[in-house]
């Protein structure tokens, strides 16, 4: 089974509302990252937590992780019209890199202006 | 200071030609990954390369599909005798070492006709 099962596949909200994004993993991982990807474009890397840390913040974004649930919540507060992508989680094994990064199918996020 | 630059962005094959994707990681990065995109679908990890290594290319289909990132110049995902289902979205990544942040590049949108 793949790393890295993102919850919901879509979500529409209205501007304003908080955005919250689950994401599940199944081996143990050094670090998980997040990304949001704008239709037709490339990644953009939006928050790294390592497997040691709870819970982590980078404005409006509010990363948590519980390693013991292999889960990880991207909450976007006050949510925007410009957030609307589709958002990824993506995982480090532990022991390194050897398999890159490892994605999900991503939350498509939609925000209702 | 350049991110991570694929050229090209488009690229239309016919059946049966061949498929060059150039990737050229950020400046001292020496950590590449080419993920591949299906339309409606997350990335899917091809192949891990170091300079002049294949670190992990288990991601890679067995036939058709070579990449090499040599000691000067750009990582080359290349495609022979392209078919109808290679037509995806093929996105580089490079990092510094294997397990920190990843930077991505725009992607190459290959179109097999």
């Known amino acids: 089974s793949q790393q890295g099962e993102e919850d919901p596949q879509a979500l529409s909200i209205q501007e304003g509302e908080n955005a919250t994004m689950n994401c599940s993993y199944k081996t143990s991982i050094n670090n998980l990252q997040w990304y949001r990807q704008n239709s037709g474009r490339g990644l953009v890397h939006l928050i790294l937590i390592r497997s040691n840390e709870r819970e982590k913040h980078s404005g409006r974004l509010r990363v948590t992780l519980d390693t013991s649930k292999k889960s990880s919540s991207l909450l976007i507060t006050a949510s925007r019209a410009a957030d609307t992508a589709s958002y990824f989680c993506?995982?480090?094994?532990?022991?390194?890199?050897?398999?890159?990064?490892?994605f999900g199918k991503g939350t498509h996020l939609i925000i209702q202006p | 200071n350049a991110g991570v630059m694929q050229n090209p962005r488009h690229l239309v094959r016919r059946r049966g030609q061949e498929a060059r994707l150039r990737c050229s990681p950020v400046k001292g990065h020496s950590h590449v990954y080419w993920y591949r995109q299906l339309p409606e679908e997350g990335l899917k990890f091809m192949v891990y390369?170091?300079?002049?290594?294949?670190?992990?290319e288990s991601g890679m289909p067995k036939e058709r599909f070579s990449a090499e990132f040599p000691k000067e110049g750009p990582s080359i995902l290349r495609i022979q005798q392209v078919v109808r289902g290679d037509s995806a979205a093929y996105f580089c990544?490079?990092?510094?070492?294997?397990?920190?942040?990843?930077?991505f590049g725009q992607g190459t949108r290959l179109t097999v006709v």
């Open positions: 390369l170091q300079k002049e290594n294949i670190i992990d």
């Open positions: 993506a995982t480090v094994p532990t022991g390194g890199g050897a398999d890159g990064l490892t």
């Open positions: 990544a490079s990092s510094q070492q294997g397990a920190s942040e990843a930077f």
